[in-house]
């Protein structure tokens, strides 16, 4: 179900940043742990990184931990990824996703875990 909307992507040079926002007019992100993947040309989806409903926990895959910072705002029923220090392999369709949980302090990159998705992004990191 398509119910989160992405935005922030573009193309940028390396070693630039962006940051993309991810709002849920279709599910209200406070109710559950928020994730973020993409998806290069020619590759499977991966998970990027996973933020819980508290933001007490949060996880990073090992490409952009150090470069990337998962956060939300529960009041504005956001969440966003900033993304620093972007290379040539960050090029990907970005999507974020969601799923309802009563747990404060979990959240995983397993993509099936997630019920909400939104249609993606596309981030281009060229010279």
């Known amino acids: 179900q398509l119910r989160l909307v992405e935005s922030g992507g573009g193309l940028v040079q390396p070693g630039g940043s962006l940051r993309l926002s991810c709002v849920g007019p279709?599910?209200?992100?406070?109710?559950?742990?928020v994730g973020w993947f993409r998806q290069a040309p020619g590759k499977e989806r991966e998970g990027v990184s996973c933020i819980s409903r508290s933001s007490n926990i949060s996880h990073y895959d090992y490409s952009v931990k150090d470069r990337f910072t998962i956060a939300r705002d529960n009041a504005e029923n956001t969440a966003y990824l900033q993304m620093n220090n972007l290379k040539v392999e960050d090029t990907a369709v970005y999507y974020c996703a969601a799923f309802a949980t009563g747990l404060q302090n979990m959240c995983t990159m397993t993509e099936s875990a997630y019920d909400y998705w939104g249609q993606g992004t596309q981030v281009t990191v060229s010279a």
């Open positions: 279709g599910f209200t992100l406070s109710y559950g742990a």
